[in-house]
């Protein structure tokens, strides 16, 4: 079965350009993360969709950044305009569902998309 | 707050040789704590999971250990191969939160 497909995987940009990243999450996953990774860093969530629903947005910086999930499987996330702080790899991930109490569910990641922004 | 936090921050060890990284957790309510594998370029990988019942978990040459009066976990890497040069992360439960991811353990094994 396939795993979280990420496109592109790589990006270069001007500054104030647009990018657009796409997810397809594994079938039949109804939790889907957008995550932000530097450099030695760990991720760190920008927007988990419930199926449809964003369910916790509160890190997505909403003057640039916008996210959608159309009927609740594929997802896309938008930048505009870019920023030079922006570079960064774009992680999508999904589960079957929330890891939470009394669930265990484990996060599946795509590849990444590396965002340079020049 | 709930905190992840992993040392050491970056680790270089000899081919054959085994290392234990660590993670001390503040997370509450406290279920299960993950432990995922990130190779250069790639997504994270879970490696495995520990529940607040278990104190030590196997998985091929990784075993992941959990104190959970301390609020310790371990990942102990036996006989280090070149392919387990990898940011290990650890991550902990979301309880009424967010997912809370450590900053990771950079591991490089060397020839």
């Known amino acids: 079965e396939a795993g979280v497909v990420q496109s592109p995987r790589y990006k270069i940009i001007e500054k104030k350009q647009p990018v657009a990243f796409w997810c397809n999450p594994i079938?039949?996953?109804?939790?889907l993360y957008w995550y932000l990774q530097n450099l030695g860093q760990g991720p760190e969530l920008l927007i988990r969709?419930?199926?449809?629903?964003?369910?916790?947005d509160s890190q997505l910086p909403k003057d640039r950044f916008s996210a959608e999930r159309l009927k609740g499987v594929d997802s896309t996330l938008k930048i505009q305009p870019a920023e030079l702080g922006d570079s960064a790899v774009y992680l999508c991930?999904?589960?079957?569902?929330?890891?939470?109490?009394?669930?265990?569910?484990?996060?599946?990641f795509g590849e990444g998309s590396r965002l340079t922004v020049l | 707050k709930n905190q992840v936090e992993q040392s050491p921050q970056s680790l270089i060890i000899l081919e054959g040789k085994n290392c234990t990284l660590q993670?001390?957790?503040?997370?509450?309510?406290?279920?299960?704590l993950r432990w995922y594998k990130q190779d250069t370029g790639r997504g994270p990988v879970s490696l495995t999971i520990?529940?607040?019942?278990?104190n030590t978990k196997s998985n091929g040459r990784y075993t992941a250990t959990l104190d959970a009066d301390t609020k310790q976990s371990s990942l102990h890497i036996t006989a280090s191969q070149l392919s387990d040069s990898a940011s290990y992360i650890c991550?902990?439960?979301?309880?009424?939160?967010?997912?809370?991811f450590g900053t990771g353990t950079r591991l490089l094994v060397s020839p």
């Open positions: 991930a999904s589960s079957l569902d929330y890891p939470g109490q009394g669930s265990t569910g484990e996060l599946f």
């Open positions: 993670c001390n957790y503040t997370v509450s309510p406290f279920s299960n």
């Open positions: 520990m529940t607040f019942s278990e």
């Open positions: 969709y419930e199926n449809e629903e964003a369910v916790d």
């Open positions: 079938s039949g996953h109804n939790t």
């Open positions: 991550v902990g439960p979301p309880g009424f939160q967010k997912l809370v």
